[in-house]
């Protein structure tokens, strides 16, 4: 049983109260230090010129697209820009590559075409096991690609494969608080970034 079926009450009001404490307890849990290197991260990608992707499953997916508009258009540089992109926005690639070739090539193909060496794969999991993302990843690993790990519940196949990433600790299907996390970085990171640029500018 995992911590929302425990807090699970049928009274709205407590299991809302529990609900945002447990949140409150993640957040708490998360390691700054791999955040501050993911922001390093990026801030280097931007140096250099060159893509950052994402990509994820589902929720992930949005949070994904969500990470692609807030960093390449939410921080305001255009001088010199975050070059940001979600592979989960165009719905007639995906539903090309997945009818084609199966739904695990749906962004290791979309790789091949607009990767480059040096660039950045960030892929963002809850279980971190989803067979496309992991075909993703050791597709990145062969082409010179860095990947980053955003992922929950233990990591599952993916972290030990990225090379780094930022785990938010929850319990085992526990979607709800870690989308809700992912979701906080986004915000985090992006608010970071916007105003990290005026200073340096």
């Known amino acids: 049983m995992n911590?929302?079926?425990k807090i699970f009450t049928p009274n709205p009001v407590a299991f809302a109260g529990a609900y945002i404490e447990y949140l409150q307890t993640v957040l708490?849990?998360?390691s700054t230090k791999e955040v501050g290197q993911f922001i390093e991260?990026?801030?280097d990608a931007r140096a250099r010129g060159v893509t950052v992707f994402f990509i994820g499953n589902g929720g992930s997916a949005a949070t994904a697209s969500h990470f692609a508009n807030d960093l390449a258009y939410g921080t305001n540089e255009y001088d010199k820009p975050f070059r940001v992109l979600s592979l989960t926005d165009n719905v007639a690639i995906l539903t090309a590559l997945g009818n084609d070739y199966g739904y695990d090539e749906i962004f290791v193909r979309q790789l091949r075409v607009l990767g480059k060496a040096g660039d950045v794969l960030v892929a963002i999991?809850?279980?971190g096991n989803s067979p496309n993302l992991i075909k993703a990843f050791e597709y990145a690993r062969s082409a010179g690609i860095k990947t980053v790990a955003i992922t929950a519940f233990d990591g599952g196949k993916m972290k030990p494969m990225a090379d780094e990433g930022i785990h938010v600790p929850?319990?085992?299907k526990e979607y709800g608080p870690a989308e809700d996390v992912?979701?906080?970085l986004d915000h985090l990171v992006g608010a970071y970034l916007m105003r990290c640029?005026?200073?340096t500018n």
Request: proline share 5%; no cysteine.
């Open 182 to 184: 992912h979701m906080v």
């Open 3 to 5: 911590n929302i079926d």
């Open 41 to 43: 991260t990026i801030l």
């Open 125 to 127: 999991s809850a279980s």
């Open 197 to 199: 640029i005026k200073v």
């Open 170 to 172: 929850t319990g085992p």
């Open 28 to 30: 708490r849990s998360l």
